[in-house]
């Protein structure tokens, strides 16, 4: 596609439901990258995959938070028994390589959690 | 759409005056340095990007600055214009770390027309 796409653009989920953001990176892009920004806030690296395989998951919060790659494209972000913590803006970006400095983002998944 | 910065420091600049955006960062081992902008209600887009054995970087409009003795980054942008208001974030890139592409504060930039 021409760029990188998230979806559900919003998602409103109850306290304890169980959410899954999609995103789909840009066609032969390596690397996937999710960040979590907070209202007001810079992007917070949450997980990187390289191919299917996730390199780096140290940002994710809680083992609440679950991310997969399995066909080294699509991605999916998955929160379980989401809290009103977890309410932000999920950015997902793609780039070539890993030390590629321009990353393509998403226009993100705003999470609210009521 | 989405709204970014609501508490974010602000640079108001009057339109077609000269915009410096300040970054200071930590990482002295970072590798690459970039600006990105954000827009209300989308991600983050790549600007302009600075090795760490430069100190200047010229693009349309941009300029990039960096000071490594003192760990500070710099976005000069030239004749600033309304389509420039949005908030800006530096990033890094340590190639030898374990995590890509970190972001560090942003701040706003407001031009007044």
């Known amino acids: 596609g021409a760029g990188v796409s998230q979806s559900p653009r919003y998602k409103v989920a109850k306290r304890g439901q169980d959410v899954a953001l999609r995103c789909d990176p840009i066609s032969g892009h390596v690397s996937l990258f999710w960040y979590q920004q907070a209202l007001g806030q810079g992007p917070e690296f949450l997980t990187y995959f390289q191919n299917e395989a996730q390199l780096d998951k140290s940002g994710l919060p809680s083992d609440r938070f679950f991310a997969e790659r399995p066909e080294g494209s699509v991605s999916t972000l998955k929160i379980q028994r989401t809290q009103q913590e977890d309410s932000a803006v999920y950015l997902c970006?793609?780039?070539?390589?890993?030390?590629?400095?321009?990353?393509?983002f998403g226009q993100g998944t705003r999470l609210t959690v009521v | 759409g989405e709204s970014v910065g609501l508490h974010l420091p602000t640079l108001s600049v009057q339109e077609g005056d000269n915009s410096i955006i300040n970054c200071a960062y930590s990482n002295s081992a970072s590798d690459y340095f970039i600006w990105y902008k954000q827009e209300s209600g989308k991600g983050p887009q790549f600007i302009i990007d600075i090795r760490s054995n430069m100190d200047k970087r010229q693009g349309q409009r941009v300029t990039v600055l960096l000071n490594k003795t003192v760990k500070h980054l710099s976005l000069q942008i030239a004749a600033t214009q309304p389509g420039d208001s949005a908030v800006y974030f530096c990033?890094?890139?340590?190639?030898?770390?374990?995590?890509?592409?970190?972001f560090g504060k942003g701040t706003r930039l407001s031009v007044i027309a």
């Open positions: 990033a890094e890139i340590w190639v030898g770390g374990n995590t890509p592409l970190v």
């Open positions: 970006a793609s780039s070539l390589s890993r030390v590629n400095t321009e990353a393509f």
